[in-house]
């Protein structure tokens, strides 16, 4: 029997934390299994993207390791995941819980099944492409009262294909051992339609809303999507006919002390 020692883990690790719930419900009665914070998450994503019967069948295949259907329900209903809320208090307590003070930020699209779901627990509806407002989500977007409100929206607004997908990586010293996993700070249903001057604006309030944090922002990163790369552009003011925003002289900015064993190339 192999034994796992909490010495020899590391926090971050998602693998240990799984084979240590393992190791730990083996020794208790069937109604007395323990689920730690990170299990209970991982649980939750796994009955989201995977559905009930998957989940169920690894569930009675793995023993020990997930909760049951009943205790994700209920972890879900206390913590929802609310489409398009830009998770800034929870990230900064997964940096805090790290010692991490710095990020790169990351977004990229995912082709999806359009299709509408009613949230029961935020009373709100799920699978229409998300309105922006100079570039940002805004949050329970659909939310309707009369069955006849729901039939207007299903017949004029247009639903997701994509879903836009933003992730946080923290920048951690190297004498962590390993990389801190990255975290979602939002996700939300889109059909792409939006402008660079808006996703310029969207990357200065990210940007804004971390700094207030105490966390620093060292860069954006995403797929060669024309829009973004021309975003890119007017950012650094590269190939720009007129300055459309002007953040260069932005208070915010700071500066990086390069290391001089670096000197060969810069």
């Known amino acids: 029997m192999i034994q796992i020692s909490s010495t020899n883990t ?35 994503c796994l009955f989201i993207l995977a559905g009930i019967y998957v989940y169920e069948y690894i569930r009675l295949n793995l023993k020990f390791l997930l909760p049951s259907i009943q205790t994700v329900k209920k972890y879900y209903t ?5 489409e398009a809320k830009l998770h800034f ?17 990351s ?17 709100t509806f799920n699978g229409f492409v998300t309105p922006l407002l100079e570039g940002i989500p805004i949050e329970n977007a659909f ?14 607004k247009t639903r997701a294909k994509l879903v836009n997908v933003h992730l946080i990586q923290p920048i951690h010293d190297r004498t962590l051992g390993l990389a801190p996993p990255p ?6 249903g889109t059909d792409n339609k939006l402008t660079s001057i808006d996703i310029v ?8 809303e971390f700094f207030s944090r ?15 790369l021309r975003s890119m552009r007017i950012a650094l003011n590269f190939f720009v006919k007129t300055q459309t925003l002007n953040i260069n002289n932005n208070k915010l900015s700071f500066k990086i002390n390069i290391p001089s064993s670096w000197s060969t190339w810069y």
Request: proline share 3%; net charge negative; hydrophobic share 35%.
């Open 183 to 188: 975290s979602v700070l939002a996700a939300y």
């Open 143 to 156: 939310n309707y009262e009369s069955f006849e409100q729901l039939k207007l929206a299903i017949e004029t």
């Open 78 to 82: 206390h913590n929802p995941f609310s």
């Open 107 to 123: 977004e990229d699209c995912s082709a999806i099944i359009p299709k509408i779901e009613y949230d029961s627990t935020l009373n």
């Open 10 to 44: 590391n926090s971050s690790d998602i693998l240990c934390t799984l084979l240590n719930t393992i190791d730990l419900n083996r020794h208790r009665s069937s109604n007395n299994y323990r689920y730690s914070l990170p299990v209970l998450r991982f649980a939750t």
């Open 201 to 208: 604006k969207k990357w200065i309030m990210i940007y804004q």
């Open 89 to 105: 208090k929870e990230s900064k307590n997964y940096l805090d819980s790290i010692e991490c003070q710095f990020i790169f930020l």
């Open 214 to 228: 105490n966390i620093r922002v060292l860069g954006f990163s995403t797929d060669g999507d024309p829009k973004y």
